[in-house]
């Protein structure tokens, strides 16, 4: 995978009319993952690293972290809770706001957002509404790469996904010890959240 090449076809502008307008300009999440999934050929995955519901504060907030190759970006997402709330809902609604937000850092969909947003008519900004002008200079195109790991049973150099799948194990120490997924204890299976567990199970059956 050419990570360059995929950053750039993240920014790439949207088809026409891909913006919708109910109350707010926004994009959905839908054509946020049809878009990752086209310039990664596949491979991309993400990972739940917090999910907080809170009925006492009032909030519910998630962590999302998304994988492309050897780099990674996160995104959060928020909102308030009510007695009237309904949690299912407005679980998956505020983890797809955590997952928008991490493609955000991306610039995924800046170009087709900013004539609706007050930061895009700042100066700094121009180069998104002009096709040919050049991008900003000082904009860092890459992120935080991840560190190879190989199972401690069979020696196999581990996916992204059997990676971010170790992470969500709570308690888990990565830096010093990994597992292929067929060969993680069955205590440490048992810890991981039931959502991430079968996403990542059907992810593999897909793949």
């Not at 949207?14 to 049809?34: A, E, L």
């Not at 299976?189 to 897909?206: A, F, T, V, W």
Request: glycine share 6%; charged share 20%; proline share 6%.
């Amino acid at each position: 995978m050419d990570y360059t090449k995929v950053v750039a076809s993240l920014k790439k502008r949207f088809p026409s009319g891909t913006v919708v307008n109910q109350n707010r300009h926004y994009i959905p999440n839908q054509v946020y993952t049809d878009r990752l999934e086209m310039a990664t050929g596949s491979e991309w995955s993400y990972e739940l690293r917090d999910l907080e519901i809170n009925p006492g504060a009032g909030y519910i907030k998630a962590v999302v972290r998304i994988y492309i190759a050897d780099y990674f970006r996160d995104g959060y997402g928020v909102d308030t809770l009510t007695e009237s709330s309904k949690i299912p809902t407005i679980t998956d609604q505020v983890i797809n706001q955590a997952f928008v937000n991490a493609l955000d850092s991306w610039q995924m969909g800046w170009v087709d957002l900013a004539p609706h947003r007050k930061w895009g008519d700042n100066p700094a900004l121009a180069h998104l509404k002009d096709d040919n002008a050049p991008p900003a200079e000082g904009v860092p195109t890459q992120s935080k790469a991840v560190v190879n790991k190989v199972c401690a049973i069979c020696s196999k150099q581990l996916g992204q996904n059997e990676v971010a799948l170790l992470k969500a194990i709570p308690g888990f120490n990565l830096s010093k010890l990994a597992y292929c997924f067929e060969h993680i204890p069955g205590h440490f299976k048992k810890k991981l959240p039931p959502e991430i567990l079968q996403g990542y199970i059907d992810n593999s059956s897909i793949n």
